[in-house]
């Protein structure tokens, strides 16, 4: 049995698989296994892939396609191995990426994953960023890092990852259902449970594709929409299975009171980390301080912690529900207080909602109907 089995999910990437796939034979550590399956590319992507693997490959194609989760979950279940990395058939491995991870797992038995800093390539190849800043990560203890997911967002490279498996199988694979950042919150779930360390080189080149061909990568309109929806599931189940004192180790620094320690006062702490908006995706957090009070507010000793250690009543959190605005009804009644009630302001407000106070179409427009002020 390989000491590595390598997940290789491809899907339509003809100019790109054979580049991929040479990285991962250029390795300077051999001992491993290739996991290949193809999602029914309809390009010569599967055509390369028969081509170049020459030794240690394990081949699949599906007959139609079944989406990314699907996919990388059949390399998954059939990987054999100790460790199991991953490689996307659009980015590529320098030759000691496989050494050095391995050599850093087998000297630290307590680390459970180890990733690396990585350069981006573009469609051609090209080096955009040498040694991109995002991943360009210092070590953490796993409560640190579960602080600076909350605060700063996703900065590991996936396809920098070599994990051991008994990690998968104790936190569980990445979500089946999610498109954008399945691969963020496996890594939630892995630092709760296992330290982790980054290699402080560069030993992946990792794809971003912005003309043409896109990625999941991409910064697509869709892509984007669809990763924010995705962010509010993974908030909503962030603080899953944490215990006080790892909630305490990784935000205590950030506790209105520093001095919190029992569970009812880590509990406002909870309310008043969400309500701070300090998540990185900005407006998100409120909603769920909201939620999150209203689970909490009736159960025994809560209400008094609020009151005598934050002096912070149930009427401080009504005035916080009314400005938790989901429908920006706010700023509508501040659009309606400033252009009136008449049928001609309505008019008017109508043509701002849809062209944009500041559009010059909505100038031209204004102007037609005889309107002197915009």
């Given at each position: 049995?390989a000491?590595?089995?390598i997940?290789?999910?491809?899907?339509?990437h003809?100019?790109?698989?054979?580049?991929?796939?040479e990285?991962?034979?250029?390795?300077?550590f051999?001992d491993?296994?290739i996991?290949?399956?193809?999602?029914?590319?309809?390009?010569?992507?599967?055509d390369?892939i028969q081509?170049v693997?020459?030794?240690?490959?394990?081949?699949?194609?599906f007959?139609?396609?079944?989406?990314?989760?699907v996919?990388g979950?059949?390399?998954?279940?059939?990987?054999?191995?100790?460790?199991?990395a991953?490689?996307?058939?659009?980015?590529?491995?320098?030759?000691?990426?496989?050494?050095?991870a391995v050599e850093?797992?087998?000297a630290?038995?307590?680390?459970?994953?180890v990733?690396s800093?990585?350069?981006?390539i573009?469609?051609?190849s090209?080096?955009?960023?040498?040694?991109a800043?995002?991943f360009r990560?210092?070590n953490?203890t796993?409560?640190?890092w579960f602080?600076?997911?909350?605060t700063?967002?996703?900065c590991l490279?996936?396809?920098?990852?070599?994990?051991?498996?008994s990690?998968?199988?104790d936190?569980g694979?990445?979500?089946?259902?999610m498109?954008q950042?399945?691969d963020?919150?496996?890594?939630i779930r892995?630092?709760?449970?296992?330290?982790?360390?980054?290699?402080?080189?560069?030993?992946?080149?990792?794809?971003r594709c912005?003309?043409?061909?896109?990625?999941?990568s991409s910064p697509?309109?869709?892509n984007?929409?669809?990763?924010?929806?995705?962010?509010?599931?993974m908030?909503?189940?962030y603080?899953?299975?944490?215990?006080d004192?790892?909630?305490?180790k990784?935000?205590?620094?950030?506790f209105?009171?520093k001095?919190?320690s029992t569970?009812?006062e880590l509990?406002?702490?909870?309310?008043?980390?969400?309500?701070?908006?300090?998540?990185?995706?900005?407006?998100v957090?409120p909603i769920?301080?909201?939620?999150?009070?209203?689970?909490?507010y009736?159960?025994p000793?809560?209400?008094?912690?609020?009151?005598e250690?934050y002096?912070?009543?149930?009427?401080?959190f009504h005035r916080?529900?009314?400005?938790v605005d989901?429908?920006?009804?706010?700023k509508t009644?501040?659009?309606q207080q400033?252009?009136?009630n008449?049928k001609r302001?309505?008019l008017?407000?109508?043509?701002w909602?849809i062209?944009g106070?500041?559009?010059?179409?909505?100038?031209?427009v204004m102007s037609?109907?005889?309107f002197?002020?915009?």
């Open positions: 049995m000491r590595v089995s997940m290789f999910p491809s899907y339509n003809e100019p790109y698989v054979r580049e991929a796939l990285s991962i034979y250029a390795q300077t051999t491993f296994e996991v290949v399956s193809d999602d029914a590319s309809p390009d010569r992507t599967y390369i081509e693997c020459r030794e240690k490959a394990k081949l699949h194609r007959e139609k396609n079944v989406g990314a989760s996919n979950r059949y390399c998954y279940d059939h990987c054999d191995s100790e460790f199991i991953l490689l996307n058939s659009d980015d590529v491995w320098e030759k000691r990426h496989l050494e050095k850093y797992l087998d630290h038995p307590e680390c459970g994953a990733f800093w990585c350069s981006l573009d469609e051609n090209k080096v955009i960023d040498n040694n800043e995002v990560q210092k953490r796993k409560e640190e602080q600076h997911f909350f700063y967002g996703n490279a996936h396809p920098s990852m070599v994990i051991r498996k990690v998968y199988e936190v694979f990445y979500s089946m259902s498109r950042i399945p963020f919150e496996e890594w892995v630092i709760k449970k296992y330290e982790i360390y980054v290699i402080p080189e560069t030993l992946v080149k990792h794809r912005n003309i043409g061909m896109t990625n999941t697509t309109v869709t984007s929409i669809r990763d924010i929806n995705e962010h509010y599931y908030l909503e189940h603080f899953d299975g944490v215990s004192e790892y909630f305490k990784a935000f205590g620094s950030m209105v009171n001095d919190a569970h009812e509990l406002c702490e909870r309310f008043f980390l969400l309500k701070s908006n300090v998540f990185h995706l900005k407006d957090s769920f301080a909201f939620m999150f009070f209203n689970e909490i009736a159960l000793g809560v209400k008094e912690t609020f009151d250690k002096n912070f009543s149930i009427a401080d916080f529900g009314s400005e989901l429908y920006g009804l706010n009644a501040e659009q400033a252009y009136g008449t302001d309505r008017r407000y109508l043509a909602g062209l106070k500041d559009s010059n179409l909505y100038r031209r037609f109907f005889g002197s002020r915009f």
